[in-house]
Nanobody, 127 residues
Framework: VQLQASGGGLVQAGGSLRLSCAAY????????VGWFRQAPGKEREFVAA????????TYAESVKGRFTISRDNAKNTGYLQMNSLKPEDTAVYYC?????????????????????WGQGTQVTVSS
């Protein structure tokens, strides 16, 4: 499976961006979709994750209420809608997927649990 993340860019504080994660080579219908980010000099951190069906989500406290994760299995694509962006959201954002049992509500926060990763897309929020 190959993942391609896109949609990053430069935005002013308070603005919005929508990241996309397109999958190629295999359906992502059996996978949890996760988003992570990594700022310069910092470790990669969890942002959000979504179950196969899209019925269960989890978010990092720092983005809760501002970011929304979603997926369109028919388009084999995951999304991260980011609103009310802050300068501290500046980072390279990565999408990742991990296969789980169908119907499971398990949403791993540890990046080491994920099987496939996209190449990352830069998000820069200016103050």
């Amino acid at each position: 499976v190959q993942l391609q993340a896109s949609g990053g860019g430069l935005v002013q504080a308070g603005g919005s961006l929508r990241l996309s994660c397109a999958a190629y080579g295999q359906s992502i219908g059996s996978y949890v979709v996760g988003w992570f980010r990594q700022a310069p000099g910092k470790e990669r951190e969890f942002v959000a994750a979504l179950t196969q069906s899209g019925s269960t989500t989890t978010y990092a406290e720092s983005v809760k209420g501002r970011f929304t994760i979603s997926r369109d299995n028919a388009k084999n694509t995951g999304y991260l809608q980011m609103n009310s962006l802050k300068p501290e959201d500046t980072a390279v954002y990565y999408c990742a997927i991990v296969r789980t049992v169908y119907g499971s509500s398990y949403l791993p926060l540890d990046p080491g649990r994920y099987d496939y990763w996209g190449q990352g897309t830069q998000v820069t929020v200016s103050s």
